[in-house]
Structures are given as C-alpha cells and as structure tokens.
C-alpha cells in the first residue's frame, strides 16, 4: 500500500490543522493506521493510531494528545484523517502516516517498527 500525506502548514497555538492520509494500492480499513511524529533532533514518535476494522477501528493515542487530537476513517475515501485541536509550539513537527497489517498486537504499534508502509511527512509548525 502506498500512503501519501497531506495538510500540514502554519498555525497559532490554539489553532486547528487536520491532516489526511490518503492510501493507494490497498484498501485503509484492513489496516491498523497510525500517526507519527519527529521533530529536529528528536526521534520519530508515536501519535495516534486506529485499528483495523477487523479490529473494531478502536483507538489508541499517546497522552500528550489525549483531548486534543482525533483520528478517522473514511473508507470511501480511503484515506485517514487526523484532527489536531488546541495545537501547541511543542506538537511542532514533520507528521508521518503508516499502516501496519492488521495481524499487529496492540502493543507493537506505539513503535516506528511495528509499521511496515510509510507516507512521505508533512510539516506542521505551531507558532507562539
């Protein structure tokens, strides 16, 4: 599957962005989706993720975003969104989707190598 990003730019703190990830050669829904991040000097870490449906579409997300940030799927589109609300300087970063195959544990998808197919990233800059 191939996954091409987009959506990122220049926002306020306390602005919104949402970015989509957009899936080609395979169909979004059969797997587990997530969200990554790196910012300058900093290594690539764990956003938000949706599960397969097989896997009841459940989600996960890291407690820095917790009550700001949503994930989606729209599977006419195939594509999965991320909605960031209430944004902050420090969720600056080059945004990254990934789809993992939905045979993936739980665990293994809070990590960059749990993932098998990478967008490219898109960047997102908060400003102060």
């Known amino acids: 599957v191939q996954l091409q990003a987009s959506g990122g730019g220049l926002v306020q703190a306390g602005g919104s962005l949402r970015l989509s990830c957009k899936a080609s050669g395979g169909t979004s829904s059969n797997y587990n989706m997530g969200w990554f991040r790196q910012a300058p000097g900093r290594e690539r870490e764990f956003v938000i993720g949706i599960r397969s449906r097989s896997r009841g579409s459940t989600t996960h997300y890291a407690d820095s975003v917790k009550g700001r940030f949503t994930i989606s799927r729209d599977n006419a589109e195939n594509t999965v969104y991320l909605q960031m609300n209430s944004l902050k300087p420090e969720d600056t970063a080059v945004y990254y989707c990934?789809?993992?195959?939905?045979?993936?544990?739980?665990?293994?998808?809070?990590?960059?190598?749990?993932?098998?197919?990478w967008g490219q990233g898109t960047q997102v800059t908060v400003s102060s």
């Open positions: 990934a789809a993992a195959p939905m045979t993936a544990i739980l665990s293994t998808l809070y990590r960059p190598g749990g993932y098998d197919y």
